[in-house]
């Protein structure tokens, strides 16, 4: 009977301290969100007039079929209140921590698609370059995703032209967009400058290097003659009349080190902004 009472005892003992160690695990999780302010908005710089000598005119639409003009309104495919963290390498698959180690190290993934609607800025906006053709950058001037330094640093921006000539997928970072050398950091997965790219059944993350890339080579800035020079990287060509999808995503890295507590309860907005340049006039660019 002694006997019996001891191996209790032990029992007992070690589900208390798994249950404790399941408890740590989890309470060790931070979750990171913005608090959105504002209508979302999105425009385009015309061409023309004192952007480029050519006669073409860079329009956007929420639809496809139009009705196209300098300017729409931004529709979101969710409604979220929050922006929350989650992972992706590709904007194909996303991911969310579910459990972090006491180090603030996350530990344990599930699969996030079915709720980047609610957790993420996600659209699509129609681009159109009517008259000729025209080759379209971000406008420097006028692309805005809040000033926030903590925010910037966390933040993505995920970009999926599809165009006559293929689809082009893009994460940018943001950085450069404001001031982020006040954004604090910490470690918050096993390895750095990393996203997550799968997981197994179990939840364990595979990790593939950070594909995100600098914004600022994508962008078009007005010069000292009120017209605007092109970029280094064009986001995509369009041929005359074309019309070209425009998938965004404005979402916090989870991975990334300035992800963490400081970046909770910001303020944010979305302001998308193109330009277009008449590819006659690349050679002008400076």
């Not at 993934?109 to 709720?115: I, L, P, W």
């Not at 790219?197 to 800035?221: C, E, K, L, R, V």
């Not at 990334?256 to 340049?277: I, R, S, T």
Request: net charge negative.
């Amino acid at each position: 009977m002694n006997d019996d009472v001891k191996k209790l005892k032990k029992r007992l003992r070690a589900v208390i301290f798994l249950t404790v160690l399941i408890f740590c695990t989890a309470g060790g999780s931070v979750y990171a969100w913005f608090t959105l302010s504002g209508m979302a908005s999105t425009n385009v710089t015309p061409m023309g007039g004192s952007i480029s000598n050519g006669d073409a005119s860079l329009l956007i639409s929420a639809s496809r079929l139009g009705p196209f003009d300098k300017n729409c309104e931004l529709v979101l495919d969710g409604n979220p209140d929050t922006l929350k963290p989650l992972s992706t390498a590709d904007l194909d698959h996303f991911y969310r921590a579910i459990a972090q180690n006491k180090d603030g190290i996350a530990v344990l993934y599930e699969a996030a698609d079915s709720q980047v609607d609610e957790d993420a800025l996600h659209g699509t906006v129609y681009l159109k370059c009517e008259n000729a053709p025209c080759d379209v950058y971000f406008d420097a001037e006028n692309l805005n995703v809040g000033s926030d330094a903590q925010s910037l640093a966390a933040m993505r921006l995920g970009i999926r032209i599809t165009s006559d000539s293929g689809t082009n997928t893009y994460l940018f970072l943001l950085d450069e967009l404001g001031s982020a050398a006040g954004a604090q950091s910490r470690a918050t997965i096993p390895t750095s400058s990393s996203v997550v790219s799968s997981i197994s059944s179990g939840g364990q993350a595979t990790y593939a290097s950070d594909p995100s890339t600098s914004i600022s080579q994508y962008m078009a800035y007005k010069n000292s003659s009120d017209k605007y020079d092109a970029g280094t990287s064009v986001l995509v060509s369009l041929e005359t009349d074309e019309v070209a999808s425009v998938e965004y995503w404005l979402y916090l890295e989870g991975c990334d080190e300035q992800c963490f507590n400081p970046v909770q309860n910001k303020d944010a907005g979305l302001m998308l902004a193109f330009v277009g340049v008449d590819e006659s006039q690349k050679g002008e660019a400076k």
